[in-house]
């Protein structure tokens, strides 16, 4: 497996947007992509701070989706979005999953 952590920081007044974001990545997604799990957290002292932990099947499937036309254009309107409520930019870091538990 491999994963993606992606941080970024809310503007001011903006973290009541983050599940309407959630919703439209969502509503993006395709079966068959390599996905295996996404999550959004907040930063519980600073709220404005976000993480997205996105966990794949291999770095090939996720290099493969984030390459994939029909996908770009239906992101459009979440990246506008991502535009509107985060202030500059969004930091990635890959991961090689060595371990997961599910109980």
């Given amino acids: 497996m491999w994963a993606q952590l992606i941080t970024t920081r809310l503007k ?4 009541d947007d983050l ?3 959630v919703e439209q ?3 993006t997604e ?3 992509s390599g ?3 996404s999550t959004a957290m907040q930063d519980q002292k600073d709220p404005s701070r976000v993480y997205m932990l996105i966990v794949f099947e291999s770095e090939e499937k996720a290099r493969a989706r984030e390459n994939d036309p029909k996908r770009e254009e239906a ?3 979440a990246r506008a979005m991502m535009a509107d409520i985060f202030e500059g ?4 870091v890959d991961l090689t999953v060595v371990d ?3 109980p």
């Fill in 75 to 77: 992101l459009k309107p």
């Fill in 35 to 37: 996905l295996v799990r």
């Fill in 19 to 21: 599940p309407k974001l």
């Fill in 30 to 32: 395709r079966p068959g």
């Fill in 25 to 27: 990545l969502r509503a």
């Fill in 12 to 15: 001011p007044g903006r973290e």
């Fill in 100 to 102: 997961e538990v599910t």
């Fill in 89 to 92: 930019g969004m930091e990635f």
